[in-house]
């Protein structure tokens, strides 16, 4: 079984801080990785994904992450934040298997961007 | 930009009644996927679907769920009886071939149950 862990249940910031969201996970079998985030009142958007290769994945809007198996985390970064990126922020896992493609969500970030 | 889309975006029921959700997932996708989350809660796997039959689904999706793809675009869960703990926003989600695995949500359908 899988399961994810997001440390920080809010993260408030100033704008153009940077900021890090912290995401571990737990599996006994090797993972893919996702970051998405969901604007209000809006579904879920990818923002970066971890399949293979480096272990720094980049994505859309300016954030990036990081794969780090021995401490088995995939934090979520941006070196400047906008009041635009406020929003709750999910990190989720998923097995390679192509039949087992269920993603396990974490219980979301929410970052809070402040003038 | 090819997107997934919902119907309705807000439905309220009886319990008791049986309510049918509607997806079009985006068009040359294979996998189809519901996920659900209820208010403060984590987003949580029901079920998925490829080749028209159900790849995996969650201890969550019991008899009272089912899906079906009943034409080309449409994908639907429909719970049969409903209760007051199926309140929750519901997502549809879709992935394209074999070696995608990026999952594409829709923006969701609330469900309230009175």
């Known amino acids: 079984a899988q399961s994810v862990t997001q440390l920080d249940s809010q993260v408030p910031v100033f704008e153009e801080a940077p900021v890090e969201l912290r995401c571990n996970y737990s599996?006994?079998?090797?993972?893919?990785l996702f970051w998405y985030v969901q604007y209000p009142n809006q579904g879920l958007q990818l923002l970066l994904k971890?399949?293979?290769?480096?272990?720094l994945v980049k994505g859309i809007n300016g954030f990036e992450a990081e794969f780090n198996k021995s401490q088995t985390s995939f934090h979520l970064r941006k070196p400047s934040v906008h009041i635009s990126d406020t929003a709750e922020y999910f990190c989720?896992?998923?097995?390679?298997?192509?039949?087992?493609?269920?993603?396990?969500f974490g219980s979301g970030t929410r970052l809070q961007v402040q003038p | 930009e090819p997107e997934v889309t919902q119907t309705p975006s807000h439905q309220v029921t009886q319990m008791g009644q049986e309510v049918i959700l509607r997806c079009v997932p985006i068009?040359?996708?294979?996998?189809f996927y519901w996920y659900r989350q209820i208010l403060g809660q984590k987003v949580e796997f029901l079920v998925s679907?490829?080749?028209?039959?159900?790849?995996?689904k969650s201890e969550i999706f019991d008899d009272q769920f089912s899906v079906e793809r009943p034409d080309g675009s449409n994908f639907t869960l429909k719970i049969r009886s409903t209760k007051l703990e199926d309140s929750a926003m519901y997502f549809c989600?879709?992935?394209?071939?074999?070696?995608?695995?990026?999952?594409?949500f829709g923006p969701g359908t609330r469900l309230t149950v009175t």
């Open positions: 989600a879709s992935s394209g071939g074999t070696g995608s695995y990026e999952q594409y």
């Open positions: 599996s006994s079998v090797s993972v893919y």
């Open positions: 971890y399949l293979s290769g480096s272990t």
């Open positions: 989720a896992v998923s097995d390679p298997n192509p039949g087992r493609r269920a993603l396990t």
């Open positions: 068009s040359n996708h294979l996998y």
């Open positions: 679907f490829y080749n028209n039959e159900i790849s995996e």
